[in-house]
């Protein structure tokens, strides 16, 4: 007869720069992470099988108490029961205790009005969601100056980091080169 075991399913995330154990459910991902690891306290005499729901793939630790998952190719969203682990231990018993991960994604929205003339004032920069930083040609902290970007077009990108994950956008705006006018002729 099988036997069912409490198992605290502890959760490390490698991809922050910073280690942080949790027994939280459902797992907060960064979009497009390359890299989570999850395990469970190492008891010896067990051994783990562990299964992780596509698109995720498990690139390391299988067989052992702690595995490396990439995540880069899951949608952002919830994944019910994303990450499940088996520890059977000497007698033949076993225990099985599953994580739901959430896939977490902001896409920044970049308010910018164009096309600019080349002589037109400098601008306030806004975007949601705030606090993030804006960088590109003729921007200068959070405003954007047109005779500083020069004629042409040109990308203005907003990078903001929310609960420990980056997200990125851009936006292309146009400084067109306005007209030119010869000096007036007269006789």
Do not use: R
Request: aromatic share 10%.
């Amino acid at each position: 007869m099988k036997t069912k075991l409490l198992l605290l399913l502890f959760l490390l995330i490698g991809n922050f720069g910073f280690s942080q154990l949790t027994t939280i459910n459902p797992d907060t991902v960064c979009y497009q992470t390359p890299g989570s690891i999850y395990e469970v306290p190492n008891t010896p005499g067990y051994t783990y099988n562990w299964t992780v729901t596509a698109p995720g793939i498990i690139n390391s630790g299988q067989g052992t108490n702690s595995i490396g998952v990439d995540w880069s190719n899951a949608a952002p969203g919830l994944i019910p029961g994303a990450v499940t682990v088996e520890a059977v231990d000497a007698n033949g018993c076993t225990a099985e205790v599953d994580l739901d991960v959430f896939i977490y994604e902001v896409i920044p929205v970049i308010d910018l009005q164009g096309p600019f003339c080349p002589d037109e004032a400098c601008v306030t920069l806004t975007a949601t969601p705030p606090g993030g930083v804006f960088s590109g040609p003729g921007v200068t902290g959070n405003e954007f100056c047109p005779t500083d970007a020069g004629i042409g077009n040109h990308t203005i990108t907003y990078t903001v980091t929310i609960n420990g994950c980056t997200f990125t956008n851009t936006i292309v705006y146009v400084v067109n080169p306005g007209p030119t006018l010869t000096p007036i002729q007269h006789n």
